[in-house]
């Protein structure tokens, strides 16, 4: 009998824990009843009563594993964790605790994965939220898409089937800041997209917060585009230019209003001062985007450290990218 495993990521989810393992449970029993289910619960170090409850639903529910971390990692770290520890003959990589996005098309992907299909992600078709976060998004995954050498479609998350084969290959590539969403389709194979509607969150508040967002965003962009530096040269031709016709019309403007002018020059300190001091900033930080991201690389270190594992036989494997303190 085949295995599917369902990797949930959560940080204080008390609220959500319980009816998403529901969900799941009902799922298998009425739609997957020939394939042995494998649900992964991955705390991030919650502090409310998430913990708890993920104890008590393992303890009456053998297929219920859970890894509690030491202390929070992040979302990206700690969902890539569970996606290591799986064992399932296909992993989906993310199922959200609060079901944003819905658990009803897992029959539909071990479909598609049964037909030959390595990879079968979900497209954010429709979104849930405001008009601005809609907006941004679209922009985002329009930047990463257009500079990225691997193709892949717009509003492709994290919410993807993926065979055994997939997750052994991304297992080799050695990332302390896993960006898995473009991961599984760099390590190549056949991929099918089913789009859906993202739902917007029932109950709680998301723990992904504007700066954590910024800050995942970053990590694609630097990791699988060229779209920062390629900007950055962009501006610096167009800042170069406009300098050059600034100096032309400022010298334009000195010989024929020469005599009205009583400080020539001063102006145009003042503006090429503040002007250029930002450009430096900004191209500093850009910089500095990239040597972050060296320095996480070449750091020997695992991706999340773990407190404990339940429901999962035998120690904790060498190549998980997890120890325990």
């Not at 473009?182 to 509607?197: H, I, K």
């Amino acid at each position: 009998m085949k295995t599917i495993s369902v990797v949930t990521p959560c940080y204080n989810e008390e609220d959500n824990v319980a009816e998403c393992h529901a969900a799941v449970k009902a799922i298998f029993d009425a739609h997957l009843r020939g394939y042995e289910r494998e649900h992964i619960f991955c705390d991030n170090a919650s502090t409310d009563a998430t913990t708890s409850l993920l104890r008590s639903i393992a303890a009456d529910d053998p297929h219920v594993r859970v890894i509690v971390n030491a202390r929070n990692f992040g979302p990206l770290r700690n969902t890539y964790n569970g996606v290591m520890a799986a064992t399932g003959d296909a992993v989906l990589l993310f199922l959200p605790a609060d079901l944003q996005d819905p658990p009803e098309l897992l029959p539909d992907f071990v479909r598609l994965w049964e037909a030959g299909y390595e990879i079968v992600y979900g497209i954010r078709a429709t979104r849930e939220e405001g008009l601005a976060m809609r907006s941004v998004r679209r922009l985002y995954y329009a930047l990463l898409t257009r500079f990225s050498e691997i193709d892949v479609p717009p509003g492709v998350g994290d919410f993807q089937l993926v065979d055994r084969r997939v997750v052994e290959a991304m297992r080799q590539i050695d990332d302390t800041y896993p960006f898995m969403r473009m991961m599984t389709f760099e390590c190549g194979g056949r991929a099918v997209g089913v789009p859906y509607r993202w739902r917007a969150r029932q109950r709680g508040l998301s723990k992904n917060r504007l700066a954590a967002l910024f800050d995942q965003g970053m990590n694609g962009l630097v990791s699988f585009t060229t779209a920062p530096l390629r900007l950055g040269l962009l501006a610096g031709f167009a800042i170069a230019s406009i300098s050059i016709l600034y100096a032309a019309i400022n010298l334009i403007v000195g010989f024929v209003f020469y005599q009205k002018l009583a400080e020539p020059g001063i102006f145009t300190l003042i503006v090429a001062l503040f002007f250029f001091g930002g450009v430096q900033l900004f191209f500093m930080g850009l910089i500095g985007e990239y040597i972050l991201a060296i320095y996480g690389r070449v750091r020997a270190k695992p991706v999340v450290f773990e407190r404990e594992r339940i429901n999962f036989p035998g120690p904790v494997p060498e190549r998980d990218g997890a120890r325990e303190p």
